[in-house]
Nanobody, 124 residues
Framework: QVHLAESGGGLAQPGGSLRLSCAAS????????MSWARQAPGKGLEWVAG????????AYADSVQGRFIISRDNAKGMLYLQMNSLKPEDTALYYC?????????????????WGQGTQVTVSS
């Protein structure tokens, strides 16, 4: 049974930082590319960042490029998102998910498994 547990969200000031974590279990974590996505209040789900199974490459949405860093620890079954220079528009519920081989990074409708999410609020 696939289980994804996001944590690390909270309240941050504009310009601040947060580090999100995702504990994954129930599937062969080290064979899947992984993504972070977010959903802001009143908006649809937005892909944020992705990382290949062996950390050989990463990809970012333009809105977070240069501010967020995605990483993973396959030995621990953990996915991370370091969020720097936070902006109010980063306020959202953040989710992690394994990317199906048949899906592009942004094809979120093809992702099968999601966690409960962790709330990030950026406000002064």
């Amino acid at each position: 049974q696939v289980h994804l547990a996001e944590s690390g969200g909270g309240l941050a000031q504009p310009g601040g930082s947060l580090r999100l974590s995702c504990a994954a279990s129930g599937f062969t974590f080290d064979t899947y590319a992984m993504s972070w996505a977010r959903q802001a209040p009143g908006k649809g789900l937005e892909w944020v960042a992705g990382i290949y199974s062996d950390s050989s490459g990463t990809a970012y949405a333009d809105s977070v490029q240069g501010r967020f860093i995605i990483s993973r620890d396959n030995a621990k079954g953990m996915l991370y998102l370091q969020m720097n220079s936070l902006k109010p528009e980063d306020t959202a519920l953040y989710y992690c998910a394994p990317k199906p081989d048949t899906a592009g990074w942004r094809s979120l409708q093809k992702y099968e498994y999601w966690g409960q999410g962790t709330q990030v609020t950026v406000s002064s």
